[in-house]
């Protein structure tokens, strides 16, 4: 994917629908129907009561959404605190995705896109807040998720991860994962910990993002972020440059390839502290996924070095709050110790939960502990915690009331 950065403000280049007649009329149609074709200028089909791209995003801070989903003939939707609300404005047509993606990634951001059939897009509004996009094509046209994000950053202390989280900001070197499904809060808990850390100790810090979200700033450490897309072609460039540019902190974005993986636990053995995420639901599973990544005859020397580089990892992901509005982070932590590296060393993941559980003294939590203490503090209810946990069916053995009638929800387990 290509990442176009438009910030608040921005103008746009100029009405080029005739410098792109050409592209759209080759493009493959991708729409069911005679309407198949992208069409740069439509025939005149009469008024349209079609939203604006300011009346949708003003409907979506004013409803406390984390995203909008929009797709050509679809009704907008809405992401309010995990549940999809279908919102009361019309359906876009195609020609409105088509003129918002030139709103939104100006003309060479649509060629991209109409090129690659995906791209994704960091978005200002001046009076509205940053938004993390992403444009795609799909089988009736084109569509779009708008997330958004806060322009503040969090303090870790709001965040009410486990303690030991905090202890991630002191690793001199190494490697930490924060994992997570989709939209689980891993950005926002990586934004805090290089905040904190960049104001309390003088570092070099580097992040590598596809887009950029957070904006980071300190008096007290040096902080450059790239963007995949704007400042750099991939994340293995990036990567590469950073081996070569006396980092003390990396921050990448996801781990998304072979190469990227191995450049960072390159980075994390030649002593930086690295960053990053996956999108996996358990510690556990952080661990095999960075490992049958590689090819078999590599994965014993990948398994020797994981082994000494990891410093720690937390699983976490997002639960309705009993005490207020919106969500809240519920986190599993792994922190690396003599018997976590054996496992590892011996490819022997499936023994990572029980080494979790005999670590609490250490700092270490599983989701289900988590999830427990979320409960007794009041932030959480009972019916969430069976509808999140890992195994409820051993929540009954550490003290908690039966499940609640009418269990298990249609949500499910997480």
Same mark, same amino acid.
Do not use: W
């Given at each position: 994917?290509?990442?176009?950065?438009?910030?608040?403000?921005?103008?746009?280049?100029?009405?080029?629908?005739?410098?792109l007649?050409?592209?759209?009329?080759n493009?493959?149609?991708?729409?069911?129907?005679?309407?198949?074709?992208?069409d740069?200028?439509?025939?005149?089909?009469?008024?349209r009561?079609?939203p604006?791209?300011?009346?949708?995003?003003?409907?979506?801070?004013?409803?406390?959404?984390?995203?909008?989903?929009?797709?050509?003939?679809?009704?907008?939707?809405?992401?309010?605190?995990?549940?999809?609300?279908?919102?009361?404005?019309?359906?876009?047509?195609?020609?409105?995705?088509?003129?918002?993606?030139?709103?939104?990634?100006?003309?060479?951001?649509l060629?991209?896109?109409?090129?690659?059939?995906?791209?994704?897009?960091?978005?200002?509004?001046?009076?509205?807040?940053?938004?993390?996009?992403?444009f795609?094509?799909?089988?009736?046209?084109?569509?779009?998720?708008?997330?958004?994000?806060?322009?503040?950053?969090?303090?870790?202390?709001d965040?009410?991860?486990p303690?030991?989280?905090?202890?991630?900001?002191d690793?001199?070197?190494?490697?930490?994962?924060?994992t997570?499904?989709?939209g689980?809060?891993?950005?926002?808990?990586?934004?805090?910990?290089?905040?904190?850390?960049?104001?309390?100790y003088?570092?070099?810090?580097?992040?590598?993002?596809?887009?950029?979200e957070?904006?980071?700033?300190?008096?007290?450490?040096?902080i450059?972020? +790239? %963007?995949? $897309?704007?400042? /750099?072609?991939?994340? &293995?460039?990036a990567?590469?440059?950073?081996?070569?540019?006396?980092?003390?902190?990396?921050?990448?974005?996801?781990?998304?390839d072979?190469?990227?993986?191995?450049?960072?636990?390159?980075?994390?053995?030649?002593?930086?502290?690295?960053?990053?995420?996956?999108?996996?639901?358990n510690?556990?599973?952080?661990?095999?996924?960075?490992?049958?990544?590689?090819?078999?005859?590599?994965?014993?020397?990948?398994?020797?070095?994981?082994?000494?580089?990891?410093?720690?990892v937390?699983?976490?992901?997002l639960?309705l709050?009993?005490?207020?509005?919106?969500?809240?982070?519920?986190?599993?932590?792994?922190?690396?110790?003599?018997?976590?590296?054996?496992?590892?060393?011996?490819g022997?993941?499936?023994?990572?939960?029980?080494?979790?559980?005999?670590g +609490? %003294?250490? $700092?270490?939590? /599983?989701?289900d502990? &988590?999830?427990?203490?979320?409960?007794?503090?009041?932030?959480?209810?009972l019916?969430?915690?069976?509808?999140?946990?890992?195994?409820?069916?051993?929540?009954?053995?550490?003290?908690?009331?039966?499940?609640?009638?009418?269990?298990?929800?249609?949500?499910?387990?997480?």
């Amino acid at each position: 994917m290509m990442g176009f950065d438009r910030p608040p403000g921005s103008p746009h280049e100029g009405d080029a629908s005739q410098s792109l007649s050409d592209v759209l009329q080759n493009l493959t149609g991708i729409r069911e129907g005679p309407a198949a074709a992208f069409d740069a200028e439509p025939a005149s089909r009469g008024p349209r009561p079609l939203p604006t791209v300011r009346s949708l995003l003003e409907e979506m801070i004013q409803r406390k959404a984390s995203d909008i989903y929009l797709c050509t003939d679809q009704l907008p939707r809405y992401r309010v605190f995990g549940e999809v609300i279908t919102s009361t404005q019309h359906s876009p047509d195609q020609q409105f995705m088509i003129d918002l993606v030139r709103e939104v990634a100006g003309e060479k951001g649509l060629e991209a896109f109409l090129q690659t059939g995906d791209i994704d897009v960091s978005y200002g509004v001046s009076d509205l807040g940053r938004f993390r996009v992403n444009f795609y094509k799909q089988r009736h046209g084109i569509g779009t998720v708008f997330r958004h994000i806060p322009t503040a950053v969090p303090n870790l202390d709001d965040l009410y991860l486990p303690p030991s989280v905090a202890e991630f900001i002191d690793f001199g070197h190494g490697l930490v994962i924060v994992t997570g499904p989709t939209g689980s809060g891993k950005t926002t808990t990586l934004a805090a910990l290089i905040k904190t850390m960049a104001d309390r100790y003088p570092l070099h810090i580097v992040t590598v993002e596809n887009p950029i979200e957070f904006h980071l700033d300190s008096d007290v450490s040096l902080i450059v972020q +790239r %963007e995949v $897309g704007l400042h /750099t072609p991939s994340f &293995a460039r990036a990567l590469k440059d950073a081996l070569r540019e006396d980092i003390d902190v990396l921050m990448i974005g996801e781990l998304r390839d072979l190469e990227t993986i191995e450049l960072a636990l390159k980075a994390a053995e030649m002593g930086m502290l690295v960053f990053c995420t996956l999108h996996t639901t358990n510690s556990a599973k952080a661990i095999s996924r960075i490992i049958d990544v590689f090819p078999a005859e590599e994965q014993d020397q990948v398994r020797m070095l994981l082994a000494e580089t990891l410093r720690g990892v937390l699983a976490q992901q997002l639960c309705l709050r009993a005490d207020g509005p919106g969500r809240i982070a519920c986190g599993e932590v792994l922190l690396s110790s003599p018997s976590l590296s054996y496992l590892i060393r011996e490819g022997k993941s499936n023994q990572i939960h029980s080494t979790i559980q005999t670590g +609490r %003294e250490a $700092g270490m939590i /599983t989701m289900d502990q &988590a999830l427990i203490a979320h409960y007794m503090a009041g932030r959480i209810t009972l019916q969430e915690i069976y509808d999140r946990a890992h195994r409820p069916e051993d929540l009954a053995s550490q003290g908690l009331p039966p499940p609640p009638s009418g269990y298990p929800t249609a949500r499910g387990s997480a």
